[in-house]
């Protein structure tokens, strides 16, 4: 009888702790729902209401974020890409899909120098004089970095809180490799 006992305890209580976890979801259903975007170039930056949310895909799989029910506005940035705005409206627990085809802007022509970055979280934006360039982690591989042409620029690093993580003013010379760290 005792064992039957703490078997049924056992059993209740596990049932619990299963199900505590779908209870934060189960809320964010109720009072939200999500924002998927489909683009031709993934790595354009989702901003809603002006907020980074990061990068459209990851590995050619389209993202899929959680935002409030409602009216938003969504911008598309991409450097190489005119940027794209519309308003979409969130349905709770439901996934609003959103696809654009991005129009490509005219190439940047050398001589060039590489800005890098080094210990920033992985999709932290990064922004040159204002305009979004992509993300940390696009920047800080041994073949990557944001390729410039020479001069001198602003640059901030911001988290996807919101928070500002870095800003700084640069000066880029021709094939000069320049890092940018995280404090």
Do not use: W
Request: charged residues 20%.
């Amino acid at each position: 009888m005792l064992k039957r006992t703490m078997l049924s305890v056992i059993s209740a209580v596990s049932f619990v702790i299963l199900l505590f976890p779908l209870a934060p979801l189960q809320a964010q259903q109720a009072g939200g729902g999500f924002l998927k975007v489909k683009a031709n170039s993934g790595r354009a930056g989702v901003f809603v209401d002006g907020k980074y949310l990061g990068p459209a895909a990851n590995f050619a799989r389209a993202r899929k974020y959680p935002v409030a029910a409602g009216e938003h506005e969504l911008i598309l940035r991409e450097p190489r890409y005119q940027e794209y705005k519309t308003t979409v409206k969130i349905e709770p627990g439901k996934t609003t899909t959103v696809s654009q085809s991005l129009q490509p802007l005219a190439l940047a022509q050398p001589p060039f120098g590489r800005l890098k970055m080094a210990g920033f979280e992985k999709y932290a934006s990064v922004f040159v004089n204002g305009g979004y360039m992509g993300h940390a982690d696009e920047f800080n591989g041994p073949n990557q970095g944001l390729l410039l042409n020479p001069g001198d620029y602003n640059v901030m690093v911001a988290s996807q809180a919101g928070s500002t993580l870095l800003e700084e003013k640069v000066t880029l010379r021709q094939d000069q490799v320049l890092t940018l760290r995280a404090r």
